[in-house]
Structures are given as C-alpha cells and as structure tokens.
C-alpha cells in the first residue's frame, strides 16, 4: 500500500509558476514510476507528466511540454512538479499516482494507476 499527498496548489497569475509537491509513505520501495494527472470541472482527468524513478526518464503531454518538469527527491520521498508560465487551461485539481511493480501498457490512462493522492487545487487567473 502507497499512500500519496499532494500539495503546493493555489491561484496565480497567468505567466506565474507554481511547484506541486506529490508525497508518497507506505510501502514505497517498489515504486516504477509517479505520474501527475489533471481534471477540470466538467472534463476527464488527463494525462500531465511522469518520471521513471529507474532512470528518472520523463514524459510529458504535449500541452505543457516546456513548460512543466517533473521531478524526485528519493530521500525525501518525493516527486516535484514544477510549472512555469502558467496559463488558464492549465486551471485544474492536480493528482500524482503511482505505479507498483513495474510498467503498464498505458501510462497516460488514469485507469491503469491503483494509488492516488486527494489532488491539489491549481487556479490560474486570466
């Protein structure tokens, strides 16, 4: 069992940067990889960002690559989103999930993910 808190959400500016902090306790030793999700009223949750913690390899989604990168403090237990020049599409509640074990064959799907964090809100204003 994993268990992840994210935080470091609020409203900002459009242009402005924010940093998302995803905290993962419990049984983390066998952590494949911690991807950033994103879900705006009214829309699916969809894909933002990963990071392989074998080799720290990210991916990220067309919409924010540039601008967004992820990445991990091990000692701490940690992955970090860094989002900078924020725009009002990116207004959404964040959520990191963690992948168990090894790979899945859709890393982009929130389906394929078992342990989540309660997310963190991100408003920016236009």
């Known amino acids: 069992q994993v268990q992840l808190v994210e935080s470091g959400g609020g409203l900002v500016q459009a242009g402005s940067s924010l940093r998302l902090s995803c905290v993962a306790s419990?049984?983390?030793?066998?952590?494949?990889?911690v991807t950033w999700f994103r879900q705006a009223p009214g829309k699916e949750r969809e894909f933002v960002a990963t990071?392989?913690?074998?080799?720290?390899?990210?991916y990220y989604d067309d919409s924010v690559k540039g601008r967004f990168t992820a990445s991990r403090d091990s000692a701490k237990n940690t992955v970090y989103l860094q989002m900078d020049n924020l725009r009002p599409e990116d207004t959404a509640v964040y959520y990191c999930?963690?992948?168990?074990?090894?790979?899945?064959?859709?890393?982009?799907?929130?389906?394929?993910?078992?342990?989540w964090g309660q997310g963190t809100q991100v408003t920016v204003a236009s």
């Open positions: 999930a963690a992948l168990v074990g090894g790979p899945v064959l859709n890393y982009r799907q929130p389906d394929s993910y078992d342990y």
């Open positions: 419990g049984r983390t030793s066998r952590t494949y990889a």
């Open positions: 990071i392989r913690f074998s080799n720290d390899q990210t």
